[in-house]
């Protein structure tokens, strides 16, 4: 592949989640959508993909929905394919300018010591993102090969020619550095149906990243418990009502609060390491919530006193463009913001 034969290529987001698929083509200029759609999946049948790349089943679903499920057109086959962050990690960290020649070597260092995965079974990419006369600043990234090869494999099965391969999260703070004052030290917590991951965005890069296994479909089941109702209704509940207050607040806030509590020391565990791994005094200033799961009402509230820092539910879904498309429902909305994000990759970066 050579830039002089694919630059003028439009690229399409695939963004590969355990609970689901999603697929974008934007025309990143106007944020104008031009095709889009979703298919939900099951977690067991995927995880077994991810770890088996002779298994069908991400495959099949991905050829299904690129023919039954999309809305408008995608007029390529070129894809940036984004991956659970939860199965990635990411991690800064500083080393002597005068020792810049043992990068290499100080990388593997620090995935050993961080990672608890064999360095041979890990695809690991670094970049130097900040130079002084006396210190180089490095960050470091690191994907099992089972999970990339997986994907790929299955993107390419479907007929898709995949250019680049990120953390679906890496593709959020690029939405978030368009619309949401991303030039800000911004702390981002993406909340989906299953996981929650966390991220430091900083001078344009992701510093930083950690997650939980709680997400959105974990506070409807909190609620249904709670108070004994049908999950239908303790959605409702969720995205009606939440943590604002109302009749059912003291009970609905009781069946939320350990597992926001389980997010909030996360998110503590990420900010103390960004803190401990950056030298400058530099301070975290935003905290943006986003995903499926922050259709809590009160949320940012919440997090706001839990973390005694300014937190909001961000809205960069209004940067895009439906034109006359059918949009999604209001309420899947913010499930498409790391797949515009990744259909919205400068083209240059994938040639360098």
């Given at each position: 592949?050579?830039?002089l034969?694919?630059?003028?290529?439009?690229i399409?987001?695939l963004?590969?989640?355990?609970t689901?698929?999603?697929?974008?083509?934007?025309?990143?200029?106007?944020w104008?959508?031009?095709?889009y759609?979703?298919l939900?999946?099951d977690?067991a049948?995927?995880?077994?993909?991810?770890?088996?790349?002779d298994?069908?089943?991400?495959s099949e679903?991905?050829?299904?929905l690129?023919?039954e499920?999309?809305?408008g057109?995608?007029?390529s086959n070129?894809?940036?394919?984004?991956?659970?962050?939860?199965?990635?990690?990411?991690?800064?960290?500083?080393?002597?300018?005068n020792q810049?020649k043992?990068?290499?070597?100080?990388?593997?260092?620090?995935?050993?010591?961080?990672?608890?995965?064999?360095?041979?079974s890990l695809?690991?990419?670094?970049?130097?993102?900040e130079r002084?006369?006396?210190?180089?600043?490095?960050?470091m990234?690191?994907?099992?090969?089972?999970?990339?090869?997986?994907?790929l494999r299955?993107?390419?099965q479907?007929?898709?020619e995949?250019l680049?391969?990120?953390p679906?999260?890496?593709?959020?703070?690029?939405?978030?550095e368009?619309?949401?004052?991303?030039h800000?030290?911004?702390?981002?917590v993406?909340?989906?149906?299953?996981?929650?991951?966390?991220?430091?965005?900083?001078?344009?890069?992701?510093?930083?990243?950690?997650?939980?296994g709680?997400?959105?479909?974990?506070f409807?089941l909190?609620?249904?418990?709670k108070l004994?109702?049908?999950?239908?209704?303790?959605?409702q509940?969720?995205v009606?009502?939440?943590l604002?207050a109302?009749?059912?607040?003291a009970k609905?806030?009781a069946?939320l609060?350990?597992?926001?509590?389980?997010?909030?020391i996360e998110i503590?565990?990420?900010?103390?390491?960004y803190n401990?791994?950056?030298?400058d005094?530099?301070?975290?200033?935003?905290?943006?919530?986003?995903g499926?799961?922050?259709n809590?009402?009160?949320?940012?509230?919440y997090?706001?006193?839990?973390?005694?820092?300014?937190a909001?539910?961000?809205?960069?879904?209004q940067?895009?463009d439906?034109?006359?498309?059918?949009?999604?429902?209001?309420?899947?909305?913010?499930?498409?913001?790391?797949?515009?994000?990744?259909?919205?990759?400068?083209?240059?970066?994938?040639?360098?």
């Open positions: 592949m050579t830039k034969l694919h630059k003028d290529k439009p399409i987001g963004d590969i989640s355990q689901g698929i999603k697929v974008m083509s934007i025309d990143p200029k106007k104008l959508v031009l095709g759609g979703s939900d999946l977690p049948r995927v995880q077994t993909s991810f770890e088996n790349p298994d069908t089943y991400l679903n991905i050829t299904n690129l023919k499920n999309i809305i057109q995608l007029e070129h894809a940036v394919v984004g991956l659970p962050t939860g199965r990635t990690y990411s991690r800064t960290f500083t080393l002597p300018a810049e043992a990068l290499a070597s100080a990388v593997e260092v620090e995935v050993e010591q961080y990672i608890s995965i064999p360095i041979g695809y690991v990419d670094y970049e130097v993102i002084t006369k006396d210190i180089i600043t490095v960050v990234a690191a994907v099992p090969r089972t999970l990339v090869d997986s994907c299955a993107a390419q479907a007929g898709l995949p680049l391969v990120e679906s999260i890496n593709a959020v703070a690029r939405v978030i368009a619309t949401e004052e991303g800000l030290s911004t702390l981002i993406d909340i989906g149906p299953a996981s929650t991951d966390i991220a430091v965005l900083d001078g344009g890069a992701i510093r930083v990243t950690g997650g939980i709680i997400g959105g479909n974990t409807t909190d609620i249904a418990k004994d109702v049908a999950l239908e209704n303790a959605h509940l969720k009606l009502n939440g604002n109302g009749p059912r607040q609905i806030t069946a609060k350990p597992n926001l509590n389980r997010i909030a503590r565990r990420v900010v103390r390491y401990e791994r950056i030298n005094n530099r301070k975290i200033e935003q905290v943006l919530i986003v499926g799961g922050s809590v009402p009160g949320i940012g509230e997090f706001t006193n839990e973390l005694v820092m300014p909001r539910v961000a809205s960069p879904w940067k895009l439906f034109a006359s498309l059918q949009q999604p429902n209001k309420q899947f909305r913010p499930r498409y913001i790391s797949v515009a994000g990744l259909a919205s990759v400068n083209k240059e970066s994938i040639w360098r």
